[in-house]
């Protein structure tokens, strides 16, 4: 069964401290990964999507890799406006129809 | 400006009723999709629309029926509504329906059965 679980649940950071989250899959072939961000409240918003091992794709102080069975989400030097919930999702390939499976995300805040 | 809307953003009703909730996107996307958020953040698809044509329906009570009249407009029609109805239902949208292009959210609609 395809499976995509975030570690950790929920992260505490300092301003500056840089970390790293974490989303695992089993799937039946990646056709693509999604990261998400979502703010209290407000819909998912889009920020990466990766296509093969080895893909890495930046955005400010973020920035998505990925492996054959995982993708990791690193925040350099992060922020308290970065403080949101950070969600992970799969398309597998054998899936013509857009249906994501989504891991339960990784909630972190940023402590000033 | 809004790319995907969603309307009522909360919907408070009893044990019984029936309800709708709307959705709209004006960024020319071919395929629309329903998604329900639990307690616990978990998101699921509940369904797929692309040019009107229905792609995904996952297991889900038939009590729940998808409308679109047109590309743009995505309905979810709810029956005889239950308590593990409460959640936080998501309308999408992407440019096509093949799964490798992101998806774009809406802001939500907040659903509580009392």
């Known amino acids: 069964e395809d499976q995509v679980t975030q570690s950790p649940e929920a992260l505490r950071l300092q301003e500056g401290e840089s970390s790293s989250l974490n989303c695992s899959y089993t799937?039946?072939?990646?056709?693509?990964l999604f990261w998400y961000r979502q703010d209290p409240g407000k819909g998912p918003e889009f920020l990466f999507t990766?296509?093969?091992a080895g893909e890495e794709k930046e955005k400010e102080r973020l920035k998505a890799t990925l492996t054959k069975k995982e993708s990791f989400l690193h925040i350099t030097a992060p922020k308290p406006e970065d403080s949101a919930t950070y969600l992970c999702?799969?398309?597998?390939?054998?899936?013509?129809?857009?249906?994501?499976?989504f891991g339960q995300g990784t909630t972190l805040q940023v402590k000033p | 400006d809004t790319a995907v809307s969603q309307t009522p953003k909360y919907l408070v009703t009893q044990m019984g009723n029936d309800k709708s909730i709307k959705c709209e996107q004006n960024?020319?996307?071919?395929?629309m999709y329903w998604y329900k958020q639990d307690s616990k953040k978990f998101l699921k698809i509940m369904f797929s629309y692309n040019n009107k044509e229905l792609i995904i329906n996952e297991t889900v009570p038939n009590r729940f029926s998808p409308k679109s009249p047109d590309k743009a407009h995505l309905n979810l029609h709810i029956n005889s509504l239950e308590l593990g109805d409460s959640a936080v239902y998501f309308c999408a949208s992407s440019p096509w329906g093949s799964g490798e292009s992101e998806q774009y959210f809406g802001p939500g609609t907040r659903l509580t059965v009392t």
């Open positions: 999702a799969v398309h597998p390939r054998g899936s013509n129809t857009g249906k994501l499976i």
């Open positions: 990766l296509y093969s």
């Open positions: 960024l020319g996307h071919d395929t």
């Open positions: 799937v039946s072939g990646l056709r693509g």
